[in-house]
């Protein structure tokens, strides 16, 4: 158990509608990384929270937004679904988004847009 | 941006064997190169990592090498076990702070 903690596990919803996914850090950790990983890709770099600020962005589309709380927990906000953003969705932590800094990911949300 | 490329992507070896996953990046800046282990159903986990100061890093069966003048790094398991299967992804971070990740190696380990 890496102390990253991701609800849903599961999700499946229609096109067109919105989601949230939710991530609770390990304790102690500031910083909060949002990936996506689709069949046969690698994990794409959606965006990093630290601390509750916005750290760095990656290849997030418009549709998707995420914020990260006073309690440090993240959300992250998928709407206007389309059928290709069926993906795992991970969230990670770290102490502090430094660039050697180990990142816990959590066990991930599998989201099917039917 | 950074940019990680992961070779191969399926690896099939006989319990026993040994085991290469080769990577390679573009930024120079880098410094940090974890690898991670997906088993199903799970988020990937770190297994080990070297930063740009050490040339090899070992853990028990696995290792892993650095070449910063060509920009790749290696993982090596030897004595490759069942439980070994899963996807092995490399990652590089440094110059933005935020890992880049290859695309993954699927490792099948046959008893």
């Known amino acids: 158990d890496s102390g990253v903690t991701q609800t849903p596990k599961h999700l499946i919803t229609a096109t067109g509608q919105r989601v949230t996914l939710r991530c609770s850090p390990r304790?102690?950790?500031?910083?909060v990384y949002w990936y996506q990983q689709s069949l046969d890709q690698g994990l794409q770099f959606l965006i990093q929270?630290?601390?509750?600020?916005?750290?760095a962005k990656g290849n997030i589309l418009e549709r998707f937004s995420a914020q990260q709380f006073p309690d440090l927990h993240s959300e992250l906000n998928l709407s206007s679904l389309e059928l290709g953003d069926s993906a795992l969705y991970f969230c990670?932590?770290?102490?502090?988004?430094?660039?050697?800094?180990?990142?816990?990911f959590g066990q991930g949300t599998r989201l099917t847009v039917v | 941006g950074e940019n990680v490329e992961q070779h191969p992507s399926t690896l099939s070896v006989q319990e026993g064997d040994s085991a290469v996953i080769k990577c390679t990046y573009s930024d120079s800046a880098s410094n940090y190169f974890p690898w991670y282990k997906q088993e199903l159903g799970k988020g990937p986990q770190l297994i080990i990592d070297i930063r740009s100061n050490v040339g090899e890093k070992k853990d028990q069966r696995i290792a892993v090498t650095l070449n910063k003048t060509a920009k790749h790094f290696s993982l090596h398991i030897t004595e490759t076990q069942p439980e070994d299967s899963a996807v092995y992804f490399c990652a590089a971070s440094g110059g933005s702070y935020i890992p880049t990740f290859g695309r993954g190696t699927s490792l099948i380990v046959h008893p």
């Open positions: 929270y630290y601390n509750g600020e916005e750290r």
């Open positions: 304790s102690g950790d500031l910083s």
């Open positions: 990670a932590s770290s102490v502090t988004p430094g660039e050697d800094v180990e990142a816990f």
